[in-house]
């Protein structure tokens, strides 16, 4: 089955500092959808990329869908940022529609 | 709206117990999803259904059964729990009414404890 990698695992700032997420994957994908866990563990649906550039206020994502990657930029974090960083894949899978994750990168972000 | 509630929040079972968990979503959305989160991981596929009336197995669907009788509701049952199956549930739910798009919404998670 497809492989979906996300980098860095763990990543520690300080507030006010840029962040770059990434996330691969091994094979054609439908689309890609990136999530934030807050400390709660609710999970915030970020972006719904399936290429190109999308930006929300400080995060923007970036899918290069012919490359099997998509990275998301976290710009003047805050600690409110922290949390579980998560994308998942969008695949046809026997007819239906289903999302496969990545493990995560959790960011810190320390005042 | 108030998207995809789930209940209840946290529960805990002995081994051999039933439960079902309960998801509602009220987006007329027509694909619905059941998930599991254990600690440190990403999530796994319980099961999926495409409309009422309609449900498939995911990607670990042992010791789950599930059923979709309306567009709102969708739960999950657990029979003769087990401590594999400690660990937080998250029903979510998609309109997917063109292909290609699926864009999942979720909602605040079950955290099941099995002793």
């Known amino acids: 089955g497809i492989q979906v990698e996300q980098s860095p695992p763990d990543l520690i700032l300080q507030e006010g500092a840029n962040s770059t997420l990434r996330c691969n994957f091994s094979d054609s994908v439908n689309n890609l959808q990136w999530f934030h866990q807050n400390p709660w563990g609710q999970l915030i649906n970020l972006f719904y990329?399936?290429?190109g550039t999308k930006q929300n206020g400080r995060l923007s994502a970036t899918t290069v869908a012919t490359e099997r990657y998509s990275l998301l930029y976290i710009s003047s974090s805050q600690t409110t940022d922290s949390g579980v960083y998560f994308c998942a894949v969008d695949l046809l899978i026997q007819g239906a529609q289903k999302l496969v994750f990545g493990q995560g990168t959790r960011l810190t972000i320390n005042p | 709206n108030a998207g995809v509630t789930q209940t209840p929040k946290f529960r805990i079972l002995k081994i051999g117990q039933s439960m079902t968990l309960q998801c509602t979503q009220d987006m007329n959305h027509n694909y619905m999803y059941w998930y599991r989160q254990d600690p440190g991981m990403g999530l796994k596929l319980i099961y999926y259904?495409?409309?009422?009336?309609?449900?498939d197995k995911g990607e670990v669907p042992n010791g789950y059964n599930v059923s979709r009788s309306t567009t709102e509701d969708f739960p999950l049952r657990l029979e003769l729990a087990a401590p594999s199956q400690t660990s937080v549930y998250f029903c979510a739910s998609s309109y997917t009414g063109y292909a290609g798009y699926n864009e999942q919404f979720f909602g605040p998670g079950t955290r099941l404890t099995v002793l």
């Open positions: 990329i399936p290429s």
């Open positions: 259904s495409v409309g009422a009336g309609i449900t």
